[in-house]
């Protein structure tokens, strides 16, 4: 008998309701495959979902089980299921959760092949986050005439969105904070700062050109009106409201939902390709997932946040992930060299107003 884990929660809550709990290996039906998971990708629509934030679009029924996106090796397949066999690498999705578990049961058609040149912690978050960026992106029809706004650009959907709208040709205008500036540049964005004043500075990044579009990743009201003032006409506003709608349709999509499996097929190739790159800003062992929910909950984090089962430990045993993530250190060190520059410029540091 082979023995994993799953997580697994029993009622509404916070991080305190998650549980490991023991996982025999599924035996596949006629036309499942099993899956052992090598990565997967954590949302924010899952959390929310465990918190019993979106009861009003899914019922859950109790124990649930956590996780959409993965990535991992085919172990059994089902008499049906002909084009796969055991040992092929592959990535998708689990239309009823689960994917947070040592194996997962899926129907052949929840899952594609793994490109060879996808890295497995990028394979195991793109399913979610990817089909909503580019559903998002494709219905607004951007072009080298468009000019779009986009807010939580750094996000798992908002850097995705970002580099999409780049490839079709579109100038993107990325909506985040001063920390991720760097960030947004290098995958071709001109970045603008949330607060104060940020319709005049998004005026005058567009340098004269008419703002055509405007995805609210961030939510918390403001976006409408600020869109209204910019000139975009109002069926080029996708709200919050609407993402969210766009990412829980895909949350839940059947095994055999054509447009999903396109779309991640799609969404590979444009990885492969290096038209896309899916920024890995956490990458957690599987026994440190609520650590890892915590992290993610911070809204803090750029990119995806990703849980591998089978990491490395490198000699320090557990504690090894614990050290400072290299976006929080490159950041410190971007504030002492400033502090440093001030005391060099006036002889001491003055704090920043």
């Known amino acids: 008998m082979r023995i994993g884990s799953a997580v697994q929660y029993d009622r509404y809550g916070g991080f305190d309701v998650v549980d490991l709990v023991p996982q025999e290996r599924p035996e596949p039906g006629p036309g499942d495959v099993v899956v052992e998971v090598v990565a997967a990708g954590l949302n924010h ?6 918190e019993g934030k979106l009861r009003d679009h899914i019922d859950l ?3 649930a089980h956590q996780g959409v996106d993965f990535a991992g090796i085919v172990r059994a397949r089902g008499a049906e299921v002909r084009d796969l066999k ?5 990535m998708g999705h689990a239309p009823e959760g689960g994917a947070h578990a040592t194996w997962v049961r899926v129907p052949r058609g929840a899952v594609v092949k793994k490109p060879e040149h996808v890295g497995w912690e990028v394979a195991g978050g793109l399913y979610l986050a990817g089909a909503t960026a580019a559903t998002i992106v494709r219905n607004l ?6 000019t779009v706004v986009i807010s939580a650009a750094a996000g798992g959907v908002g850097h995705i969105e970002c580099q999409l709208a780049h490839d079709a040709g579109a100038t993107v205008i990325a909506l985040g904070s001063p920390r991720n500036h760097d960030y947004l540049r290098q995958i071709g ?3 603008v700062a949330y607060g104060d004043g940020e319709e005049d500075r998004i005026r005058e990044m567009a340098a004269g050109r008419p703002i055509t579009a405007f995805i609210d990743n961030h939510g918390g009201g403001g976006a409408a009106d600020l869109a209204a003032r910019l000139g975009v006409p109002a069926e080029r506003l996708v709200t919050s409201e609407h993402r969210r709608d766009v990412e829980i349709r895909f949350l839940r999509a059947p095994a055999d939902d054509e447009e999903a499996r396109d779309l991640l097929m799609l969404l590979a190739k444009a990885v492969q390709d290096r038209r896309v790159q899916v920024l890995i800003s956490g990458f957690y062992p599987f026994e440190y997932i609520v650590d890892a929910y915590e992290d993610l909950a911070e809204m803090r984090s750029r990119g995806k946040v990703v ?3 089978q990491t490395v430990e490198t000699g320090a045993r ?3 992930y614990r050290s ?3 976006r929080d250190l490159r950041d410190r060190y971007a504030d002492q060299r400033g502090a440093d520059t001030e005391t060099m410029a006036g002889g001491s540091a003055s704090p920043k107003a």
């Open 307 to 309: 849980i591998g089962m």
């Open 45 to 50: 629509v899952e959390r929310f979902l465990r």
């Open 141 to 146: 029809r951007l072009g080298p005439d468009d």
């Open 61 to 63: 029924e109790f124990p």
């Open 318 to 320: 557990l504690d090894w």
């Open 86 to 90: 055991v040992g092929d690498e592959v």
């Open 324 to 326: 400072e993530k290299a």
């Open 189 to 191: 964005t001109l970045p």
